[in-house]
C-alpha cells in the first residue's frame, strides 16, 4: 500500500516556476516507477512525466518537454517535479501516482498502469 500527497501548488504569472512534491508513505515507494497526471476542468487526466524507481530514466509528456524536470529521493520518499516558463495552458490539477508493477527501465504513460494516486494540488497560471 502507498500513500501519496501532493503539494507546492499555487497561483503563478505565466513564465513562472513552481516545484510540486510528492511524499510517499509505504514500503513499495522506492521500488516504484512515479509518475505526475494532470487534469484540466473539463478534460481528460493526461499524463506529465514519470520516473524509474532508481531516477535514472525519465519520460515527459511533448507539452512540458524541456520545461519540466522530474526527480526523485528516495531517502525522503519524496518525488519532485520543477515547472518552469509556465503557460496558462499548464494550469490544472496536478496528480502525484505510483506504479509499483514497473520497476525496471520501462516507464508506464497510461493512467491504467499506476495503481496509487495522491488527491492533487491545483496548479493556476494567469496571463
Known amino acids: 500500500q502507498v500513500q501519496l500527497v501532493e503539494s507546492g501548488g499555487g497561483l503563478v504569472q505565466a513564465g513562472g516556476s513552481l516545484r510540486l512534491s510528492c511524499a510517499a508513505s509505504?514500503?513499495?515507494?522506492?521500488?516504484?516507477?512515479m509518475g505526475w497526471f494532470r487534469q484540466a476542468p473539463g478534460k481528460e487526466r493526461e499524463f506529465v512525466t514519470a520516473?524509474?524507481?532508481?531516477?535514472?530514466?525519465?519520460d515527459y509528456a511533448d507539452s512540458v518537454k524541456g520545461r519540466v524536470s522530474i526527480s526523485r529521493d528516495n531517502a525522503k520518499n519524496t518525488v519532485y517535479v520543477q515547472m518552469n516558463n509556465l503557460k496558462p495552458e499548464d494550469t490544472a490539477v496536478y496528480h502525484c501516482?505510483?506504479?509499483?508493477?514497473?520497476?525496471?527501465?520501462?516507464?508506464?504513460?497510461?493512467?491504467?498502469?499506476?495503481?496509487?494516486w495522491g488527491q492533487g494540488t491545483q496548479v493556476t497560471v494567469s496571463s
Open positions: 501516482a505510483a506504479a509499483p508493477r514497473y520497476r525496471g527501465w520501462y516507464l508506464p504513460s497510461a493512467r491504467s498502469e499506476y495503481d496509487y
Open positions: 520516473i524509474s524507481w532508481s531516477g535514472g530514466n525519465t
Open positions: 509505504g514500503r513499495t515507494f522506492s521500488s516504484s516507477a
